[in-house]
């Protein structure tokens, strides 16, 4: 009888209950970490922007591109630019107007700058003048300073052109592509 009661107890050592085991706690902890680089981004930009000549007497043609920028420079030493090219010329072919060879000596596309400040911290420093488009390089729209950071909803910014009106330009319609581009660093 004495094996009885050890072997009971041996028996309810093995099955008790494992609810009262702890293997783990009721709550946990993570370390969440992010880094936060530079960039920029360009939304809303007018997709044609229609150049007409107001007045008479060959009057130059004129019109305007918008668009909204997004930007955030490194805080310290950081910097940005927006810039544009034209990256398909009219149909210099067809007798019209030419950026890369103007039918004219004088004949340009130009444009000039506005670009609001960014909201949250930081300069800009839009293109200063009327500028000469390019088919051979970037030109300077804007420059942003070091820790520029835009408003969560962007930035305006727009470019005024005015395109010389020759009267040596064959009538038509003609078309070029100017692309924009903005980086951060």
Known sequence: MKGIPALMAASLLLTASPANAQ?????????????????????????????TSAGTNFSNYTGSTSMTYFIRTTAAGGSGSLTLEVTTDFNCAAGGPCVAIPPTSGDALSYTC??????????VTPCAGSQTASTTAQTSVATFSADARSLLAGNSAAVSWTLTNDPKYKTGIYSATVTFTISAA
């Not at 506005?114 to 300069?123: D, E, F, I, Q, S």
């Open 114 to 123: 506005t670009v609001a400040n960014p909201g949250n911290n930081g300069t």
């Open 23 to 51: 293997l783990g706690s009721t709550t946990g902890a993570t370390t969440v970490d992010v880094t936060v680089a530079a960039e920029a981004a360009l939304t809303a930009v007018t997709a044609v922007t229609n150049l």
